[in-house]
């Protein structure tokens, strides 16, 4: 046993998206991602849609070579809500929840909120970086990302993203 406690943060932002839910949820989906967000990359495991739904998991790299890995936990296209986990092993897990509400007369206000949590002392050091100033250059990066596509249907230039 050890004396170990993981530093929890976490962040709430409400994004305004260029389309009604019907257009955005779509869009919230570890293949659709590839066409809004630059550079995304992810492994497929298990979908038996293709797609997400309820108990997709995947992958997406890290930078040092590790793998994060995710799970929809939560799928619902009839409310537009879903939600995710993913867990660096030996650093930082992360719960995400998404939930979409039409705004008239043709958009979407998307709540957004992180929880992070550290698995070790070096986990806790990279989630105390996750301030708000972070969070919400992070959360302003995939709103203009998003809805660019929305509104062109095409991906962003990444050199002009972040």
């Given at each position: 046993m050890t ?26 989906c570890p ?132």
């Amino acid at each position: 046993m050890t004396d170990f406690q993981g530093k929890r943060v976490a962040h709430e932002y409400i994004q305004t998206n260029a389309a009604p839910p019907e257009q955005v949820f779509p869009l919230l989906c570890p293949v659709r991602e590839a066409e809004w967000v630059p550079g995304w990359q992810h492994r497929l495991i298990y979908s038996q849609s293709g797609v997400a739904e309820s108990g997709c998991v995947f992958t997406t790299p890290n930078e040092d070579g590790t793998e994060n890995i995710w799970v929809v936990t939560e799928y619902d296209p009839a409310t537009f809500r879903i939600a995710f986990a993913w867990v660096n092993p030996r650093r930082v897990t992360a719960q995400i929840r998404i939930g979409l509400q039409a705004k008239p007369p043709q958009e979407t206000t998307a709540r957004i909120s992180y929880t992070y949590t550290g698995l070790s002392p070096e986990g806790n050091r990279e989630v105390e970086r996750y301030d708000e100033n972070w969070f919400r250059h992070k959360m302003q990066s995939w709103e203009t990302a998003i809805n660019h596509y929305l509104r062109t249907g095409k991906l962003i230039d990444a050199a002009t993203w972040e």
